[in-house]
């Protein structure tokens, strides 16, 4: 479960900004839209949150540092060598920014204890790494480690309470690998909820995520289509059935003048290898004979709902948290609020999945849809630099017209739109 993410100088993001999950006291749809745990010092969370602001507002960024954060927990020990550079991207409009790290850190709650763990890191090197642990309300930091550059050493430290090889794990970290993910590595059990908590519980749509060979793999079990389809139709789209089957990926079906070193590189990662492909059935109007539609002869709505259809169902039936990037694209207003609805229901969502997306449909600005403490606002200030805020910062009244006060620019994050002369 989440419950605070923070980013430093990240792309359009230049000071520290915090997305916070915690809900307020409100108690208007307290009981759909947040949830308690059992867990001491963890207070109220929410279920889902809305981020919305103009185009270029830095929404997407946003949803890339914690993708950035998730792939350099699972893929740092693992991918490269000592000396390979990290491809990490600090503010550029501003030249000390530029050469300062990148500052990623998340609250969250794994296996009944909660985490408080980040890092920061350059072009080059981590430079600050850093774990504390809650069991049981009380904080016990496990591990820091810093780098002096004036110095041009690393200073480590360990607190009592952490459980392992010291010396080996520390002197087996790379410079530019997080010890988290090198330990896990290893086999030190004691982290291992942390990293599973990256690996196994964050999902990402839209900023290079799930796609939808996704959803076509949940559908290769008969119990697993039939969900698919339950879903789709449940958003009135009256598809009859669909047919799974799995092709084997064969270089010849790529394009004849795709360069040769970018074929090289997916015939490592795909030839031979199986993927399954999905087609469409739908009835025909006075027979019982089905139509098959591949996916390209269906809407890109349709198209965008099947993508969604199985990490949907993963999160709710997991308790994963799922971050999604525009999720109104190519979708009417009542498909998206039907999703949104489904993560705010506790009969259905038991686990406490969380939704963390961005969008444009105002429709959702609605108080019987969300609190309002689950929406977001990021605009731009004069530096070019993006700003993260909730609309608790306006105290709006209960009940207010959220979408009309948005629309008229009560609470900021509107693109500027000036006069054009043809």
Same mark, same amino acid.
């Given at each position: ?22 809900? %307020? ?8 839209? #947040? ?73 969250? @709650? ?6 408080q763990y980040g890092f920061a890191v350059n072009c080059t090197r981590v430079t ?9 309300? &009380?904080?016990q930091r496990w591990f820091e480690r810093e780098y002096d550059t004036a110095a041009?050493?690393? #200073? ?14 520390? *002197? ?8 988290? %993910?090198?330990? /896990?590595?290893?086999?030190? *059990? ?26 076509? %793999? ?25 047919? /799974? ?41 006075? #027979?019982?004979?089905? /139509? ?33 990037? *525009? ?19 506790? &009969? ?15 429709? /959702? ?25 909730? @609309? %608790? ?30």
């Open positions: 479960m989440l419950i605070e993410f923070s980013v430093t100088n990240f792309k359009s993001i230049q000071a520290t900004q915090t997305l916070s999950l915690v809900a %307020s006291p409100a108690t208007e749809l307290q009981e759909q839209n #947040s949830f308690t745990t059992s867990e001491n010092g963890v207070p109220r969370l929410l279920r889902s949150v809305a981020i919305y602001g103009p185009n270029a507002s830095g929404k997407s960024n946003l949803l890339e540092a914690i993708d950035f954060m998730e792939s350099f927990v699972t893929e740092s020990s693992k991918e490269g060598q000592e000396g390979e550079p990290i491809d990490v991207k600090p503010f550029l409009f501003n030249t000390v920014n530029r050469t300062e790290p990148s500052e990623f850190e998340v609250l969250f @709650l794994q296996e009944g204890v909660r985490y600050h790494e850093w774990l504390i642990a809650y069991p049981e309300g &009380r904080p041009n050493k690393e #200073s480590w430290y360990f607190g009592s309470k952490f459980k392992g090889h010291k010396t080996v794990l520390q *002197e087996t970290t790379r410079s530019n690998a997080l010890f988290l %993910s090198t330990a /896990v590595q290893l086999n030190n *059990e004691q982290l291992k909820p942390v990293y599973n908590w990256f690996h196994q519980k964050l999902r990402t749509i839209g900023v290079g995520g799930l796609g939808p060979t996704y959803s076509a %793999s949940f559908c290769k079990t008969e119990a697993g289509r039939k969900r698919i389809l339950d879903l789709l139709n449940a958003a009135d789209l009256s598809i009859a059935d669909l047919k /799974v089957e799995m092709m084997k990926f064969d270089l010849t079906d790529l394009p004849s003048d795709m360069p040769e070193p970018l074929k090289e590189v997916i015939r490592k990662e795909l030839d031979g290898k199986e993927t399954p492909e999905v087609t469409f059935l739908h009835t025909m109007s006075g #027979s019982e004979e089905l /139509v098959a539609l591949d996916p390209d002869d269906e809407s890109v709505g349709t198209r965008k709902l099947f993508t969604l259809a199985g990490p949907w169902l993963d999160v709710l039936d997991n308790g994963h948290v799922l971050f999604v990037d *525009e999720l109104n694209n190519s979708m009417h207003p009542l498909m998206v609020r039907f999703l949104i609805g489904l993560i705010n229901n506790p &009969r259905i969502n038991r686990k406490n999945a969380q939704l963390i997306f961005s969008t444009h449909d105002t429709s /959702v600005l609605d108080n019987e849809l969300l609190r309002r403490d689950q929406i977001w606002f990021t605009e731009k200030d004069a530096a070019n630099a993006t700003r993260l805020y909730p @609309l %608790s910062d306006f105290t709006p009244r209960k009940g207010e017209a959220l979408e009309k006060g948005y629309l008229k620019g009560r609470y900021g994050a509107l693109p500027y739109i000036g006069d054009v002369r043809f």
